[in-house]
C-alpha cells in the first residue's frame, strides 16, 4: 500500500468516525427526562355495589351512589424524544395517591402513557405545549374494617386496570439549552374500575366505578 492510499485510508475513517459520533450527539441531544407533581381533583361520578350472600343469591343486593374523593397528589416521570423541533413523543408513568391515606385504608393508581407534545414558541424562551395521551392505568384498593362482633378484622383488597387517555397543556420556560421548568393542566380519563371482595361471612360484593375523570395542576422540570 503506497503513501497516498494510506493517507486516504485513515482520513475516510477519521470522517466515519466523526460521522458517528456526531449523529450520536444528535440523537442524545433529542432525549429528555420530564417529572410533574401536583394537586388531583376528581370529579364525582357514579358508583354500584352489588353484593351476594347466601339469602340474596344469585340476584343479590344493589346500591347506586356516587364516588367521594379528596384532593390527591399526581406524580410523574417520563423520558421523551424530540422528533422534530415542534413534535416529541414521550413514555410516561406515574401515580395518583391520597396523603392521608394509611396502611389500614388505601387506594392509588398507576397511569402508564405515551404521549404526542406539540410545542409552540412564544419567544426567545417561552413555549406553550399541547398533549394527548393514551395507555392503562392500574388501581388498587385496600380497607380494614374491624366489627366489634368479629375478633378478625375484615379485609377488602382487590386491583383492577383499565384503558386510560389524557390531555394536557402547559408555559414552559428554558432556563437553559437543557432545562425546563413549566406550569401545566392535565386530564385524564379512565374508562372502569370493577373490585370484587369476597368473605365467607358477608359474602361477595362486587364494586363497579363508572368512568373516572381527574383533573390535576402540576409543576415540572425538564432536563
Not at 351476594?52 to 343479590?60: D, E, L, M, Q, R
Request: proline fraction near 4%; hydrophobic fraction near 40%; aromatic fraction near 12%.
Amino acid at each position: 500500500m503506497n503513501p497516498t492510499t494510506r493517507i486516504v485510508g485513515c482520513v475516510g475513517i477519521a470522517l466515519l468516525a466523526s460521522s458517528g459520533i456526531s449523529h450520536a450527539q444528535n440523537w442524545a441531544d433529542n432525549l429528555y427526562l420530564h417529572a410533574d407533581a401536583g394537586p388531583a381533583f376528581f370529579e364525582s361520578e357514579p358508583v354500584t355495589t352489588r353484593t351476594v350472600t347466601s339469602s340474596t343469591f344469585p340476584s343479590g343486593t344493589v346500591q347506586r351512589g356516587h364516588t367521594d374523593f379528596d384532593t390527591e397528589i399526581r406524580v410523574d416521570m417520563s423520558l421523551g424524544y424530540n422528533l422534530t423541533k415542534h413534535f416529541a413523543l414521550e413514555a410516561e408513568a406515574g401515580i395518583i395517591w391520597d396523603p392521608n391515606d394509611t396502611s389500614n385504608s388505601y387506594f392509588y393508581q398507576i397511569p402508564v402513557m405515551l404521549n404526542g407534545i406539540y410545542q409552540i414558541p412564544l419567544g426567545h424562551s417561552w413555549n406553550v405545549y399541547l398533549g394527548a395521551g393514551a395507555g392503562a392505568v392500574i388501581s388498587r384498593t385496600h380497607s380494614l374494617v374491624r366489627a366489634v362482633a368479629f375478633h378478625t378484622p375484615f379485609v377488602f383488597d382487590d386491583s383492577d386496570w383499565s384503558a386510560g387517555y389524557q390531555a394536557e397543556a402547559g408555559l414552559k420556560y428554558a432556563l437553559s439549552r437543557h432545562v425546563d421548568i413549566d406550569l401545566g393542566y392535565k386530564f385524564l380519563g379512565i374508562a372502569q374500575y370493577d373490585f370484587q371482595f369476597g368473605n365467607v361471612l358477608i359474602g361477595t360484593e362486587k364494586i363497579t366505578i363508572d368512568d373516572l375523570f381527574i383533573h390535576s395542576v402540576q409543576a415540572s422540570l425538564t432536563f
